[in-house]
């Protein structure tokens, strides 16, 4: 048997993030030559991922990020199984890499994202398939979206909410940094009150009509005669546009204020333009 020194597994685990008695495992089979230890761990990987892909990952991390000019924003969720995996730094970590690379990358995707390099020698999906080897648990990037902005066409403001369980990213209509407070006052709504859309146009029509017919069927079990259904209904439609579109419903922080009553008071043609909420589960 090969001698296994402490600097090369200390080596391989660098590279992997591997376990120290996973490395050394690995450098024994491959007799000593790292690059075979490293693709004995991938295959592992790829092998593990097989058994695991039936498996709820329902915990995970949120990760929201912007570019430096504020112009463009990306938001993901690195699925695992357990929070225990959810919270180790190297967990975190990884799904900070990924969101980086989204980030400056902007892929269209889920599918375009991963199949961006990670590095020299992987791929986004590689690398995740490796670190199913590494962990033991099934990994998946199962949300993404993008928010892109032209220069002097607005800025996109990002929120992680309790401890990267849910994340958002909102775009406002203005640049500048007086601007920012007010973007994350908006963004921390949309994380508490979880709009379905910006306003009533945002709502697609398949919302609109299963609405409209449970109005109509609550009216219909508190007795209310068929020739008024739709209009009582008309009437609940507009309740739910409010309580639940972004711009029409009430300021978490001013409850005499609507949210777009609200970016008024700030400046007079502040709005949202888009945003996108990504939660766990």
């Keep these: ?26 450098l024994n089979e491959a007799e000593g030559d790292i690059s075979k230890a490293i693709e004995l761990l991938r295959k592992r990987g790829q092998k593990l991922a097989g058994k695991r892909a039936d498996r709820e990952a329902k915990e995970g991390v949120v990760i929201a990020k912007t570019s430096a000019n504020r112009n463009n924003g990306i938001i993901l969720r690195l699925s695992c199984e357990t929070d225990f995996v959810a919270k180790t730094e190297s967990f975190v970590a990884l799904a900070n890499e990924v969101a980086d690379i989204a980030l400056k990358n902007l892929p269209n995707t889920t599918e375009d994202l991963l199949a961006l390099p990670f590095n020299s020698e992987l791929t986004v999906a590689k690398k995740i398939e490796e670190q199913i080897g590494v962990i033991g648990e099934k990994l998946e ?12 066409e607005g800025q996109v403001i990002p929120y992680i909410h309790m401890g990267h369980r849910a994340a958002v990213i909102a775009a406002l209509n203005l ?36 609405e409209i017919e449970i109005g109509k069927e609550q009216a219909r079990q508190a007795g209310k005669p068929e020739a008024i259904l739709e209009k009582i209904a008309k009437g609940k439609l507009n309740k739910f546009f409010k309580e639940n579109t972004l711009l029409n419903q009430m300021f978490v922080k001013d409850n005499k204020k609507t949210i777009q009553q609200y970016l008024a008071s700030v400046d007079k043609n502040l709005t949202v333009t888009a945003f996108k ?4 589960g």
């Design 277 to 280: 909420h990504v939660e766990l």
């Design 175 to 210: 640049e500048g940094p007086q601007f920012v407070a007010p973007g994350k006052d908006v963004a921390m709504q949309i994380a508490a009150m979880r709009p379905v859309a910006l306003n009533e146009e945002g709502v697609d029509a398949e919302t609109i009509k299963k």
């Design 1 to 26: 048997m090969v001698k296994i020194s402490a600097k090369d597994v200390k080596s391989l685990r660098d590279q992997t993030g591997a376990g120290m008695m996973d490395c050394k495992k690995a």
């Design 141 to 152: 990037v199962n949300k993404y979206g993008k928010i892109v902005t032209a220069a002097g």
